[in-house]
């Protein structure tokens, strides 16, 4: 059904080793601007959720990464067995968990966004401190539940749990399913709905309050930073189809499927989908463009003043020598 090239896939496995330490760099920078330079507002709840949730992500893949080869070498089968369990449901629990929620709050803040600029009143009831909480408390819960939901999908597949009831299984796999291809579907129309509203406001020179401005420009900017990761986002709805496909089918069928390489992907594929989430918050919001573009230009200060005192430090100790050596008390110490 799905046919991935060998090289694509060896390639993700590539950049999935190599940009887990540039990821966690990232992250860090994000939430340090988030809590230090950013005030309170959508874009930072939703940048400062994403990113937390990343850092784990990234610094859990990389133990994970390091532990790998000395488990396997120095360790006995049956402990090697536990080791791959426990891993398996850490990846669901975290890294799986970690982008239902990038689609949950993505939409929510796209939602919020279209609100504050359709529906003022309605958004300023939503937007106190309390409210915004409770929406992405609520979707950090729907986010980890699926993740259960899928980490029983796995133990379904194991030989210990090869009596798990088939119909709890159908009914708490498509329920997932249908909740994530519903939730990209009520995205992909809101995107779109979101983009018309944009091209009107760009093109019909529609006079607006400050205000009103304020919030097209906040709609402007989470469709600019959801649009990089939305990209990865059909491989995503793929990965969770063919995952859906696989537990459902007959246990002797569900290691020989095509849907087998696409599940690989959308699992390599993770670290770079996190990376590019947080990376698309500095350059989209302009409130991180500035904190970020205020901290190059102070280190590039800092570092110029350094170079500056070191010369004018150099020429003031030649300075001082020169006329040290032209003093005429220099050459006649005793007279």
Not at 71 to 87: C, M
Not at 228 to 241: D, E, K, M, Q, T
């Amino acid at each position: 059904m799905f046919l991935v090239p060998y090289s694509v896939i060896e390639l993700c496995d590539h950049v999935n080793v190599y940009i887990q330490y540039p990821a966690v760099l990232l992250n860090i920078l994000v939430i340090s601007i988030s809590l230090r330079k950013v005030k309170p507002s959508l874009p930072r709840t939703y940048c400062l959720n994403i990113s937390i949730v990343s850092l784990i992500s990234a610094l859990y893949t990389i133990c994970r990464d390091l532990t790998r080869s000395t488990v396997f070498k120095e360790y006995s089968d049956s402990f090697n067995v536990v080791y791959v369990l426990t891993v398996s449901i850490l990846n669901i629990m975290l890294l799986q968990s970690a982008l239902n929620l990038y689609l949950f709050q993505a939409t929510l803040t796209i939602l919020l966004a279209y609100i504050g600029l359709c529906k003022p009143i309605l958004y300023k009831r939503l937007s106190t401190t309390k409210a915004f909480f409770q929406l992405f408390i609520a979707t950090h819960v729907v986010s980890w539940l699926l993740a259960a939901g899928e980490t029983l999908e796995y133990f379904s597949m194991q030989p210990l749990f090869k009596n798990y009831n088939r119909t709890v299984l159908l009914v708490h796999t498509w329920t997932r399913l249908g909740i994530q291809i519903s939730l990209f579907a009520f995205m992909a129309c809101l995107y779109i709905r979101t983009l018309v509203k944009l091209a009107i406001y760009a093109y019909g020179h529609i006079a607006q309050t400050s205000s009103q401005q304020t919030r097209w420009l906040i709609l402007r900017s989470v469709i600019i930073y959801c649009t990089p990761p939305n990209l990865f986002l059909v491989v995503g709805i793929a990965g969770s189809y063919c995952s859906a496909e696989q537990i459902l089918m007959p246990t002797e069928l569900q290691e020989v499927t095509t849907c087998t390489p696409i599940k690989y992907l959308t699992e390599q594929l993770i670290m770079l989908r996190l990376f590019v989430t947080s990376l698309s918050a500095l350059f989209a919001f302009s409130d991180y463009r500035k904190a970020l573009l205020s901290m190059v230009v102070g280190i590039v200060r800092r570092k110029s003043a350094v170079g500056l005192q070191s010369v004018s430090a150099h020429s003031n100790r030649v300075e001082t020598e020169r006329r040290a050596w032209r003093s005429p008390t220099s050459l006649c110490p005793g007279g």
